[in-house]
């Protein structure tokens, strides 16, 4: 049977700590936990669980502390928990099956992380697969009988193991403030980051986020380097960063740029919005609908289904057409339903 080291980093969990580590301590063999700069009970509660309790001051940089934390586990296998996580008695038992049966090949094993849409910032699905427990050490071996190679690729597992996500509050703000700070650094988001940004924009993000976000995103389009999906991205944020401005030459000139190359659902829904805020219905049906049905979404998928749904029963409402607005509700409730029973993988 393999051993687990039980891997977390935390700063402020007294809330939710004990909770996740009552649901591991018998799982795993080790438990190592790295303290970014608590002012609450929480040292306090880990060391109820565990000596391994390290300090990290923090960097404003997340994979520094999961690396510090890596370093200090000892078991075959790390498994990556985070504090407002919790693994029922159902999954407990899963879990301790997969621990005796593994095999020794398996170098990452993924479980369905769930319940993600309360107080989500970047999740588009209420339960998708995640990579939670990983070899620690990695073995290199050659592979073919003639122009060998060695076999880079890990061998992935993808278990039935549902890990619960059960978090009190959202965490956009915390994390926006850590875009900043490596924005002001002067330091360029990566393809993914720059991606990551707009999705927690798109999904938790308030008004005065997105004002604030949008003269980085502004800067950004003048960069003839990005990558087309790049673009895209900044042109759904710039969207609504330029109809909150009243800034209709940059509303156009996105939306433009963002049709003629491959539409997003979330520049269509932010036309529809200009259009009906200036009391347009008929035109802003259209925009609506084209997010709806004839484009896709890009960062957050309520944008292409319950949202122009609402809004184009809305429109048809104020032209006084009871039928049709009757069922736009209908179809976005229905939408609405059906999109927490979805996955991902």
Known sequence: MITITACMIVKNEEEVLKRCLDSLKNLVDEIVIVDTGSTDLTKEIAKTYTDKVYDFTWVHDFAAARNYSFSKATMDYIYV???D???DTENQEKFRMLKEAMLPEIEIVQMYYTNQ??????YNYDKEYRPKLYRRLREFMWQDPIHETVALDPVIYDSDI???HRPTMSHAKRDFNNFYVILNKGERLSPKLTHMFAKELFIAGEDDDFIK?????????????????ECSYIQC?????????GNLELLMKVALKNIASKASSEVCYEL???YFELEDYEEALIWYYNAAYETECQLNIHYGGDYPLMKLADCY???GNVEQTRAYEELAKNWSLSVNSRDTF
């Open 272 to 274: 529809g919005e200009h």
């Open 317 to 319: 409402r104020e032209l």
């Open 85 to 87: 996580e919790e693994i």
């Open 81 to 83: 928990a985070d504090a």
């Open 162 to 164: 549902e890990i619960i």
């Open 237 to 245: 944020v710039l969207a609504k960063y330029a109809r909150l401005q």
């Open 117 to 122: 849409l309360q107080y989500g910032t970047t």
């Open 213 to 229: 976000a949008g003269e980085y995103f502004d800067e950004w389009q003048k960069d003839t380097t990005r990558t087309s999906e």
